[in-house]
C-alpha cells in the first residue's frame, strides 16, 4: 500500500507562485510512475502533469505547458509540481497520485491519490 501526503497548498495572487510537494510511503519511489491532478469545483477531475519512474520523462497538460514544472527526487521519495505565472483559472484541489505504470496521464490509471491541498489564486 503506498501513502501519499501532499502539502505547500495555499493562496497566492494572479502571477505569483507556489511548490507542492507530494511525499511517499509504502513502497520504493522510484518503482511508481507519478501525476499531479486537479478539481475546481463542480468541474471533473483533470490531469495536470506526469513524471515517469526514473524522472526522465515528464508530460503537461497543454493549459499549464510552459508554467508548471514537475521533477521528483527519488532519494527523498517525494515528487514536485512547481507552480509559475498562477491564474484565477489555476483555482483548484491538487492531487497527487501513484502508479505502477512507467507513467501515466490518464486518472484511471492511477492506484493510488493522496488527500488533496487547495490551492487558490486570487485576481
Known amino acids: 500500500q503506498v501513502q501519499l501526503v501532499e502539502s505547500g497548498g495555499g493562496l497566492v495572487q494572479a502571477g505569483g507562485s507556489l511548490r507542492l510537494s507530494c511525499a511517499a510511503s509504502g513502497r520504493a519511489f522510484s518503482t511508481l510512475g507519478m501525476g499531479w491532478f486537479r478539481q475546481a469545483p463542480g468541474k471533473e477531475r483533470e490531469f495536470v502533469a506526469a513524471?515517469?519512474?526514473?524522472?526522465?520523462?515528464?508530460f503537461y497538460a497543454d493549459s499549464v505547458k510552459g508554467r508548471f514544472a514537475i521533477s521528483r527526487d527519488n532519494a527523498k521519495n517525494t515528487m514536485y509540481l512547481q507552480m509559475n505565472s498562477l491564474k484565477p483559472e489555476d483555482t483548484a484541489v491538487y492531487y497527487c497520485?501513484?502508479?505502477?505504470?512507467?507513467?501515466?496521464?490518464?486518472?484511471?490509471?492511477?492506484?493510488?491519490w493522496g488527500q488533496g491541498t487547495q490551492v487558490t489564486v486570487s485576481s
Open positions: 497520485a501513484a502508479t505502477g505504470l512507467y507513467y501515466a496521464t490518464s486518472p484511471r490509471t492511477y492506484e493510488y
Open positions: 513524471i515517469s519512474k526514473d524522472g526522465g520523462s515528464t
